[in-house]
């Protein structure tokens, strides 16, 4: 049964904790390291959003460092080119969350067809994953680039089943990010949202996710039974 | 000359001011409502970017809500249906900012061909623009709701100059929003933003606007000269 499905895990915030940036974010400017870095995130998306819906597409990596730019002046934070090649660096080589092997392995094992799925570039995703120690588990690594948009326009997901050669119904997109959740969902896969903690907020609409998990282990309890 | 030229103004945060649901908001929730009413304002806005991206339409007003209840959830704030009924309300009676009538009369007195185009559905904007006694100044409402897709898609300035009979070369955009200069430049008008005050910040992407302004009597001395 197993075999069937393929699984699509989204990269930034689900298999890789962008908080990663903190801890440089605190040695460069203390006490506004942790509202910085969630201005960025958030603006790094809402880029990517609006890039989508612009048909005016440049690489996420652009978007990261608009938002980038964008957050020091509007925290007025003054920081050195050195220090945005930095900051930008460090996305490079960000953590996978703890449990994301050991979940990972056990689905591989049980047959599920498993893929990481993202806005990055597929080279730096390789990077990412590589240097996490988990891009052997993947059966591919799919990236919106190829087709120069974001996630969650319908031909972003479209594209992820055309490269997977599988149906809507028989993928599943697993994210932390709400908005992956509703797109993918709206575009016809099933989709599971990891909320890690209890204070992550599911966008109040009317498309609600497949399946609520707390972490990807739990997600591959839930997706055995 | 300027018989010549349209005049596209945008409604929410250019017109009319957004922060006019702060009064009852400080009543509702004291401290927390400056917050609150920015990041309730951040997610009607990202909402309405991902409905484009996604190309699944709900009315702004539907993006609004479901931004409203986020937003409590957020903040953790219980409203009643009954104050976020009212919270709603407040919306459709909001106030133009102190120099719009002034501006827009000099502007028709030249003949500019004004127009006020808007994420909301029509009918809410022919109210909004009543009650706030601006609406005769306008040639036409264009509303996005008509082809069921938000700011700043391309199809929705090109809605926009279809609507008005005009090309993009003759058509300006004037709008608060960053995201709408950003959008109606890349989709091919010319567009000034008005930077109301120093800290709102103009997103540090490839695309300028054509002119930058300090308030709407600002834009109508300088598209003048």
Tied chains: 1, 2.
């Excluded at 090649?85 to 969350?97: G, Q, R």
């Excluded at 498993?114 to 570039?121: M, P, Q, T, Y």
């Excluded at 997901?157 to 993918?184: C, M, P």
């Amino acid at each position: 049964m197993s075999k069937n499905i393929t699984l699509a895990f989204d990269v930034y915030g689900t298999l890789i904790d962008t908080n990663g940036v903190l801890v440089l974010l605190e040695q460069l400017i203390a006490d506004k390291a942790k509202s910085f870095s969630q201005t960025w995130r958030e603006k790094q998306l809402e880029y990517s959003f609006r890039r989508a819906a612009m048909v005016n597409y440049v690489t996420f990596a652009t978007c990261t460092l608009y938002a980038l730019e964008y957050t020091c002046k509007y925290y007025n934070v003054s920081l050195s080119k050195e220090q945005k090649d930095e900051l930008m660096s460090i996305c490079k080589v960000l953590p996978a969350f703890d449990e994301v092997k050991e979940a990972l392995t056990e689905l591989k094992k049980d047959g599920f067809r498993i893929f990481a799925f993202s806005n990055g570039e597929k080279a730096t995703l390789e990077k990412l994953l590589d240097n996490a120690n988990i891009k052997d588990l993947f059966l591919g690594i799919v990236s919106v680039d190829d087709i120069k948009t974001f996630k969650p326009t319908p031909g972003a997901y479209a594209h992820f089943l055309r490269q997977a050669d599988v149906k809507g119904e028989e993928a599943w997109l697993i994210s932390s990010n709400s908005f992956d959740v509703t797109g993918s969902i709206s575009a016809g896969m099933k989709s599971a949202w990891v909320q890690r903690s209890s204070d992550m907020i599911f966008d109040p609409w009317e498309i609600k996710p497949t399946l609520v998990v707390n972490s990807l282990l739990d997600f591959t309890k839930k997706i055995r039974d």
